[in-house]
């Protein structure tokens, strides 16, 4: 056997084929699925209102929170997203309508109109809510500097709905997540003065941490002007390709930086959750065996399974 023959037969060996991205890739999704079936998460003991930051753009933070509510929502649970971005993304990715004359998160922050009485049933996933957003909401952040309690507006509206919900005897809505827009707008305010607990989705290339520490500087300030409850509860690395040395470096890093708030959990970087969209659909009902799908609802499971701050 020549040298050439004795490299070919090394690198088609079973442990050289164990120790390929794509091998790991397969087993990790393999057990995913086997610890994921017929699955049903623990009901927190009151609401958990998430919202979805990252001032960053295209990092991941409308797909993570229609991806993380929609896994939510199957493992058994009560799910609404608020969609507080006026480019209503979410409201199209959960198949919503949210055209003008819909009425949406815009009646509700400018005219006080109940979120119980815009608020939509996903199609095929039950348990899971939207309150849509519409072109309307773009003129929302003027409209609510002249309007009393201005960044309270999304948190009085959601207490209302718990307690509507309480008292009318209706299921108790387990979470609340907000998408909200790529900036430190009156929008984002609102959300973050609603929430409880902030998820930052990461992009895991080389950028990522430039911007995160701005961010965290405004939820300080918001924690200490606005909403002394607001905790940054979860970091989650989205786009993560584990062929390259890169992500493995961006991923140390934030994992060294947030050793508690970061998910064991990552998101793969998936054309299946870029195109579900498209679709009306999240990645979960898109392609639900896919990379991403199992990996929205790992991360889903880990961030039910933590202890609510």
């Known amino acids: 056997m020549d040298v050439a023959e004795k490299r070919d037969d090394s690198s088609t060996s079973p442990g050289a084929m164990e120790d390929t991205p794509l091998m790991r890739e397969l087993t990790r999704d393999h057990a995913r699925r086997r610890q994921l079936e017929g699955l049903d998460f623990e009901a927190p003991q009151r609401t958990r209102i998430i919202t979805v930051a990252n001032q960053k753009g295209g990092v991941g933070k409308t797909s993570s929170a229609v991806n993380i509510a929609a896994a939510l929502a199957m493992g058994g649970l009560q799910v609404l997203v608020i969609d507080a971005d006026p480019q209503g993304n979410a409201s199209t990715a959960l198949s ?10 815009y009646e509700v922050l400018v005219d006080s109109t109940p979120i119980a009485e815009i608020m939509q049933e996903v199609p095929d996933m039950p348990g899971l809510l939207c309150a849509p957003a519409t072109i309307n909401l773009s003129g929302a952040e003027i409209e ?16 209302e709905l718990l307690e509507q919900c309480e008292h009318e005897g209706l299921p108790r809505l387990d979470y609340v997540i907000v998408d909200c827009p790529p900036s430190l707008g009156l929008l984002t305010v609102n959300a973050l003065v609603a929430a409880r607990e902030v998820l930052i989705p990461i992009q895991a290339e080389y950028y990522a941490l430039e911007g995160l520490s701005l961010l965290l500087n405004n939820i300080e300030l918001i924690r200490r002007h606005l909403n002394p409850d607001l905790v940054v509860s979860t970091i989650m690395l989205t786009m993560y390709d584990a062929r390259t040395r890169l992500a493995a470096q961006v991923a140390q890093d934030v994992r060294d930086h947030f050793p508690e708030q970061t998910l064991e959990t990552t998101i793969p970087r998936s054309v299946r959750i870029s195109e579900a969209p498209s679709y009306g659909q999240t990645v979960l009902t898109y392609d639900p065996s896919s990379s991403g799908a199992l990996a929205y609802r790992a991360a889903a499971h880990e961030l039910n399974s933590r202890t609510a701050p």
């Open 96 to 105: 919503i309508e949210h055209h003008a004359e819909v009425p949406g998160m």
């Open 144 to 159: 609510l500097v002249s309007l009393v309690a201005r960044e309270n507006r999304l948190k009085n509206a959601i207490t």
